[in-house]
């Protein structure tokens, strides 16, 4: 059986190119977050230490560019636009199907979403200058020096482990997903039962504060009613007092005049009580 040829390149020569440059992609790119971070970040979609993006991208590259590489600066143009384009898709795909952000350039200027911006659209142009021209060629006659059926043997053992790696990544994103449903879910009554209980609080507020404004407004009335009695027994005495001095107000004898002036004194003092009692219920 003849093996199928792709873009004038062997298929499983194409996948182990993928391999291989998903491979150095991860390690690139773990290598500047973990530098980034200080603390070592495993990067990637899939568990295993390959960022599928890299490879795809690279074999766009020797698919797809070869034929402009006469022409340094259309080469260039073209592998910027067409790389950028793919980021793109991927970003948008991954978070479609898994509802996660992988990268985010929201915060470099010119981006797109968030998933691609001008920096890195730029450098992605480099990068394809670098690796058809200079690493590519290297890679392709290591990887040709491998005996056919070895090659034969590990493409088939890498695709095999790249799908054992692709089903658990798959199996564990579900199980994500699920959970993350399940989380939403809790939220969603917690904060239902959040309402409820403010609900129920207010009206336990409510409660309160009327029975403090009805026991309120019953202490004031209580002291009201103290206070017409005061006022009252007050007026009532300060009129006792000024008819018994209208009526003995003449009398001279030496043993009536001390108590008669401590009854003036008692009644001045009474009508000023009254005075500011009266005042103040005004």
């Not at 980034?36 to 568990?47: A, D, E, H, I, Q």
């Not at 948008?92 to 985010?104: A, F």
């Not at 690796?131 to 290297?138: D, Q, R």
């Not at 209208?246 to 005075?275: C, I, M």
Request: a positive charge.
């Amino acid at each position: 059986m003849t093996e199928p040829i792709l873009f004038g390149q062997p298929l499983h020569l194409l996948f182990l190119y993928f391999i291989l440059y998903s491979f150095l992609g991860w390690c690139m790119e773990t290598a500047y977050c973990s530098i980034k971070s200080k603390n070592l970040v495993p990067r990637g979609f899939l568990l295993g230490p390959v960022c599928p993006i890299y490879g795809v991208g690279v074999l766009m590259m020797i698919c797809w560019f070869a034929p402009f590489m006469g022409s340094p600066l259309l080469f260039y143009l073209v592998a910027t636009v067409c790389m950028s384009a793919w980021e793109y898709l991927v970003g948008w795909l991954l978070e479609t199907t898994t509802h996660m952000k992988y990268w985010d350039y929201s915060a470099n200027r010119f981006n797109l979403h968030g998933r691609i911006c001008l920096s890195v659209s730029l450098t992605w142009g480099i990068l394809a200058y670098v690796i058809l021209y200079w690493v590519h060629p290297v890679t392709e006659t290591l990887i040709l020096k491998i005996p056919l059926q070895a090659r034969y043997l590990l493409a088939a053992a890498l695709a095999a482990v790249l799908l054992a790696d692709i089903i658990t990544t798959i199996r564990k994103l579900a199980l994500s997903v699920r959970l993350l449903g399940r989380l939403e879910k809790a939220r969603v009554q917690l904060a239902l039962g959040r309402a409820e209980l403010e609900d129920a609080l207010q009206g336990v507020r409510e409660d309160l504060s009327a029975r403090r404004a009805a026991t309120e407004t019953r202490r004031r009335e209580q002291v009201a009613h103290l206070q017409r009695g005061y006022d009252e027994l007050l007026a009532r005495t300060e009129r006792s007092a000024r008819r018994f001095l209208n009526r003995y107000s003449k009398l001279s004898a030496r043993r009536a005049a001390p108590t008669l002036a401590e009854l003036r004194r008692f009644h001045d003092q009474l009508g000023e009580t009254l005075k500011q009692s009266r005042r103040k219920n005004s």
